[in-house]
Structures are given as C-alpha cells and as structure tokens.
C-alpha cells in the first residue's frame, strides 16, 4: 500500500509549513530533513550531524535522548538547551517520536520542538517580581501553614516553610481574629486589613495585608496568597506628624497672641481663641472666608501679598466685629514654599491692656504729683512765712529801738516774701489751669521759632548763642500752641540759666526740632553747667530750685504736665560742667483729638502741607 | 583761757544765700549780744571768715551747686577756723548730704549742731546758746 503521490506532496507542504521546528535525523544523527522554523531557529542542517546543528559539537551528546529512542522505539519528551544559529542558547521542549520501516525497525527519529526562551524569562521575571515586590508575599494553605514566601518575607520574619502565617507574622500560637486569609477562604474574595506584626528582630512592624484567592478546583479555593505592604515608616512618620500637630494646636490655642493665617487667595486657613476673643467673631465665621479687611491695616498689605517678607507694626487699631478700635502691635510673615507665595501669617497682641494699664499708670503718677505738690507747696509756703516772720522781726526791732537802718531791712524783706508769695500764686494758677489742653492743627516750627525769637536779645546780652533747627518738611500737629509754648520757654530759661552759671565765655543753647518714627522731637540743649546727680534725680520735684529765690521750682513740672496732657514723655540727659539736653517726644498718634471742625478740615487735607515759614502770631 | 578772752563778745557767723535768712537771724543775735558776720555770697565766705574768726559758724549746707558742701570741708581743714564750732541750717536732704561728704572725707569731722529749715527762732538761739556756752564763750 503505498501513499499516492499528491498525498506525499501534501505531507511534504504540511512539515514545511508547522511553525516548531521539525526535523528528522537516521541512525548516524545525520539530518536527513527539517522543516522552514528549524533552518530559522538553527540554520540549514541537511546532512550534518544534529549535534553539530543544535549544540554546536564536534561530536555526539552525552546521554542523548535520540540514541535511547533508537534502541527502545520509545517516544520521549525532554527539556533541552541548545545553541541557535546566532549562538545564544535557546530552551526548548522536544518531542522525539521514533519513525519505522516495514521490519519495524527504528530508521529515523523526528524531533518535534517547542521554543521556551520566552517562557523561561516570563518565569525568571516572575520569580524576581516575587522576590522583590516591595511588600512581603506568602502563599498560604488551607491549614494557615505557609508554602510559598518571597525573599522580602524571609529577611524581615525568617525563612520558614511549613510554619502557621500567624506563628510567622506575629508570633502567635492560633490564628488572628481578624485574619483575611480565612476569610478569603471562606468566601473566595479578596481582603484587605490592617496589621501590626514582629519581625525577627523584635521590632514592630505595621502592614496593609491583602489576599487573593489561588487554584480554584471546583470552586474550591486551595491556596491564598498574602500581599503585606510594610507601612511601619509611614506609622512613624504619621505618628510624628500626628504629635507635631498636637504641639502646633497646643501652642497656636494657648498662646495669649491672636493669629490669623490666610492661604494664597486670603482665605483664613487658621486662628486661635486669642484671636476669636481679640476680634470677636467665633472662627467658624473666619475660618474658609477671606479676611475681613478691617484686620489687615494698610502698612501690613505688602507681607498681605507676598511683596514683603515681614513686618512688624508696634501700635496699630483692627476692627472689631462691632466696628470697634482694638490697638494691637502686628506682626506678619509672609509664607512661602518652593519660592511661591502660599500665604501670610499674623500675630497679633492685645494692647488695650497695656494701654489701660498705662492710663491708670499715668493717673497714679498725676495723684502722686499732686501729693508731691501739696508737700512741696506747705514746704514752700513755710519758707516765705518764715522770711515774712523774720521781716516783722526785724521791722519791730528796729522800731522798739528807733533804728530805721533795721525798720527799712524789715520792710523790705516783707516786700520781698509778699512778691514770692504772688509770684508762687501766679505759677500754681499756671500748673492748674486748663485741664484739658485745647489743641489746633499748629505748625509746630514756628512754635520753635517764636520761643528763639522771644529769648535772642537776653542770651545776646549775656553772650550766648542761641539758635533753633528745625528739619524740613514736618507736617502741622494737633497741639495746644500756648502749652507747647510755655514748654519750650521753660527749658530755654534753664538752659539759659545754666549758661550763666558755667560762667564760661562761648556758650550755647541750640533748640532742634525733627520727626522720627511719626514722632514730633523737641531738643533744648545747652554746653552750660550740667547737673550732678542729686538734682537730676529732683529735676521734676516740685518747688525744687537751683536757682534760689529766683526760681518758683514750678517750670519743669509744668513742663512736664503740659506734655503728657499731649501723650509724650520729658526726658533728659546731663553731665556737669559739660551741658544738658532735655528732649521732648510726641508720638503723633497720641496727640490729643481736635474738635470736629478741625477735623473735617484736615480730612479735607486744608492743612496738610507743611508750612515753611513761620506763621503770623496766632 | 584769759580773763579778756572770757569777756570777749562772742562771734557768730551766717553763711547763706538767702538775704531774708541772714538778716533775720543776724538781728535776733545781735540783740542777743552777739557780734554778727552774715555773708550771702559763699565764694567770699572763706576770706570773710577767716578775718572775722569766729567762734560759730550757721552754714546753709544746702546752697546751689555744692558752694555749702565746699564750703564746710575747706572751713573744717583751715587752720585759723580750727576752734569755730559749725551748726548746720538745712533741712532733713543735709544730713545725708554729710553722710556721703563724711564718708568721702573721713577726716572731716562732723557738724556740731543742726538746725531744720525753714529756721524756727526760738530753737535756733537755744541751739547757738548751748554751742557758745560749751566752749565757754557764754558765761553761765
């Protein structure tokens, strides 16, 4: 029975067109025919020996597969690993099947192949993503035992096959309560809970675990796998995060400062009781609004859009929920992240407090002056009575005896205790006059000039130079012109008078006047005597005088009242035989209010530009 | 002592700038019997009292710029003035005005006597009697 041609040529199409490579080899391993996927897998072989062909050796495989087909006529099926024609290995799947003559005698072996490179990777990149999959994989059995885990498993809990997940994972001796394995296994779904095991080496470690279902058999699941993600730096991280927030909170709610902080779009983002209490409004009508803009004053706006790094406002008024004034002193940052302005923080402190504190400090300091000087007046008083005493003394001793050398030195000093007496009187009006300073917008040079011109002539006469500075460009002030006046002609007096006493040639009293920190600055200075400690320490004592009888001891104290009436400060510095200079300094927030015309006038800017010249008298 | 000392006037000196206080007590002493200086000006003083010698001196320690003070250690450290007894007219601030002057001068010695301001007559002239009558100036 012999194959009809058509068909032999049909057969002879069909190998050549299998895609694994075919070939066929006789007795002597000589390849006697191959298929197209042969040649391209290892090269044309026709009538070379197959161990050349596949393995490239000069001479026969040991423990060849095909010779073993030849003497038994088996079919064999075997993993093999040869070289292609390019020189890499290549694993393969062969298939040998013996091919018979009519004796039944093994004349040739087919070898049928299956290329496995690609397969061969596929596993070696399995088991490498096994291994190396960051989070620790196990593969766990119906009894919990573990039969499969990957290196990340067996660094960080110990390499042990066969043991319960739980022994494994946490140390336990039964399974967990929680355990998704078990659940898994009992509803075929994946699950996924939080952990807390121990490693090998004691530490705790925190994992998010998630199963999968293995090897369904008829709904039966065999196996699951467990996915570990170790998160115990992340546990760490947010339980730093979690006490640093704790600290912020603790510290930004206790701290006796208001804070506000606004994100990119002004929105308030965070505040704290302080500023619920400063401002008056509960922080859910703050928070996520954008800030009221009564709380951002007009010298904060640059830190406010990021045009300035900081600032800090000593004395500045917020609104309150009720439109009311509140001072506070204001500090804004401004923030940033990666160069780009995300928002503004502010802090501010309370100051009605300190400057309630401050007003009653000034009244105590006022009740405290009065006493000082009814004290100092009854001393005052008792001197004079005294001098009116020694005056009738001395009179009526000069009459009981007819002398009218002492009736005259009696007489006049009557008439000299009875000046002093009117000229104490005249003063102690002065000091209690007008309680309330009764301000107008003045241009407070020509105030200075006015005091220089009233005393030019007498320091001329006594050879000192007298001179006023005045800074270009103050604006007028809300001042009371006489008081400021009576001030400045105080301490001219006394500088004057300290010049004299110095009783040296070439002396000089300057009075400067410029503004620092919207603060108006009266200098008086003189190279005159100076004081030494003892009445510098009684300078503003009442009826204290180095000037004896010349003095009322009344100037400084006036002085001093006239200027604090204004909201400013006397202070002063001396060294003897070398000068003095007093300072005046009036913040010019603290000036006392104008009456209301005055102050439609100066919002209507009449006034705002600085005169350069003195003023007519007023 | 000499008989002639003992019947000698005796001499008291005020030193202060105030007129009012210098005649006043000038006239209360002289009509006491006393011989009186009173000097107003105290850089003249020393000179003047040197030539007066006296046998008290009433000093206004108290005088603008430390002219008193001055006044009491160059009087205390003059050997013509070493017998005048000093009686001090100030107020209470004299005392501890002394005290640091003392302190700075140890070998100053201390006032003999001190009378407040504004000066009470009565106890003035006690206080200047029981000076003068110590050292034997006032016979009993």
């Not at chain 1, 994972?169 to 509803?187: N, S």
Request: glycine fraction near 8%; include cysteine.
């Amino acid at each position: 029975m012999s194959t009809p041609p058509s068909q032999v040529a049909r057969r002879a199409q069909l190998l050549e067109e299998v895609p694994s490579p075919v070939v066929v080899i006789d007795q002597s391993y000589t390849i006697v025919d191959h298929n197209r996927a042969f040649a391209e897998l290892f090269g044309e072989g026709r009538g070379r020996p197959c161990f050349e062909v596949t393995h490239r050796r000069p001479q026969q495989c040991p423990g060849c597969p095909a010779s073993e087909t030849f003497a038994d006529g088996q079919r064999r099926v075997l993993e093999e690993t040869g070289v292609d024609r390019s020189g890499r290995p290549v694993h393969y799947l062969v298939q040998l099947t013996p091919l018979r003559d009519a004796s039944d005698v093994v004349q040739y072996v087919a070898a049928v192949s299956t290329d496995l490179t690609a397969t061969r990777w596929l596993q070696r990149e399995y088991q490498t993503l096994f291994d190396k999959v960051p989070c620790y994989v196990t593969v766990v059995n119906r009894d919990l035992r573990v039969v499969r885990a990957n290196e990340r498993f067996r660094e960080t809990f110990g390499a042990a096959r066969g043991e319960h997940c739980y022994t494994l994972f946490k140390g336990r001796f039964e399974p967990c309560e929680d355990c998704p394995v078990l659940m898994t296994f009992q509803d075929g779904c994946g699950h996924t809970s939080r952990h807390v095991g121990v490693a090998a080496s004691g530490a705790a470690t925190h994992y998010v675990v998630s199963t999968e279902p293995l090897q369904r058999d008829g709904g039966q699941v065999s196996h699951v796998i467990e996915m570990a993600l170790d998160i115990t730096q992340e546990q760490r991280l947010q339980e730093e995060l979690a006490l640093a927030n704790l600290l912020r909170q603790a510290l930004v709610e206790n701290t006796p400062e208001a804070i506000v902080v606004v994100d990119a779009e002004r929105r308030v983002v965070l505040t704290n009781r302080a500023a619920e209490a400063l401002l008056g409004r509960r922080r859910e009508q703050l928070l996520g609004r954008r800030i009221p803009p009564g709380l951002v004053p007009a010298r904060a706006r640059g830190v406010f859009l990021g045009r300035r790094d900081s600032c800090v406002i000593d004395d500045v008024e917020l609104s309150g929920s009720r439109g009311e004034r509140i001072p506070v002193r204001l500090t804004g940052v401004a923030l940033r992240h990666g160069g780009e302005h995300v928002g503004a923080a502010f802090i501010a402190r309370d100051l009605r407090e300190r400057k309630r504190l401050e007003k009653e400090k000034l009244e105590a300091e006022r009740l405290a002056a009065v006493g000082q000087t009814v004290a100092g007046l009854a001393h005052g008083i008792k001197n004079i009575l005294t001098g009116l005493e020694g005056g009738m003394y001395v009179t009526s001793t000069g009459l009981a005896k007819g002398d009218q050398r002492r009736v005259q030195q009696g007489w006049e000093m009557l008439e000299r205790n009875m000046g002093r007496i009117s000229s104490l009187v005249k003063n102690l009006l002065a000091f209690s006059r007008g309680e309330e300073p009764r301000p107008a917008l003045i241009d407070p040079g020509a105030v200075v000039a006015d005091v220089v011109g009233l005393y030019r002539d007498s320091a001329e006469q006594h050879g000192v130079t007298l001179e006023a500075a005045v800074a270009d460009g103050i604006a007028p002030a809300a001042m009371d012109r006489e008081g400021l006046h009576t001030c400045l002609a105080n301490l001219v007096s006394n500088a004057l008078d300290a010049c004299l006493v110095a009783q040296a040639g070439g002396c000089s009293v300057k009075v400067a006047l410029r503004e620092e920190e919207e603060a108006l600055i009266f200098e008086v200075s003189d190279t005159g005597c100076g004081m030494d400690y003892d009445v510098k320490q009684r300078a503003f004592t009442s009826f204290f005088s180095t000037k004896g009888a010349g003095g009322t001891g009344l100037g400084l104290l006036i002085t001093r009242k006239i200027v604090q009436q204004h909201g400013g400060s006397v202070t002063f510095e001396s060294t003897p035989g070398a000068g003095t200079t007093f300072r005046l300094r009036f913040p010019r927030s603290r000036l006392p209010q104008l009456p209301r015309g005055e102050e439609a006038n100066r919002r209507e800017g009449v006034h705002r530009r600085p005169r350069r010249t003195a003023p007519a008298k007023e | 002592m000499s008989s002639s000392d003992r019947q000698r006037v005796p001499r008291v000196a005020l030193v202060d700038d105030e007129v009012d206080v210098t005649t006043y007590l000038a006239c209360a002493l002289e009509e006491r019997g006393y011989q009186v200086l009173a000097c107003n000006q105290a850089t003249a003083a020393l000179v003047r009292l040197r030539a007066f010698v006296p046998d008290l001196i009433c000093l206004d320690l108290l005088m603008p710029e430390e002219l008193g003070t001055s006044l009491y250690v160059a009087v205390r450290h003059d050997d013509m003035l070493a017998h005048s007894r000093v009686l001090i007219l100030s107020g209470l601030d004299a005392r501890s005005e002394l005290a640091s002057l003392i302190a700075a001068h140890p070998e100053l010695p201390p006032p003999d006597g001190y009378i407040d301001k504004p000066v009470d007559l009565a106890a003035f002239l006690i206080a200047v009697d029981a000076l003068l009558h110590a050292t034997g100036e006032v016979q009993a």
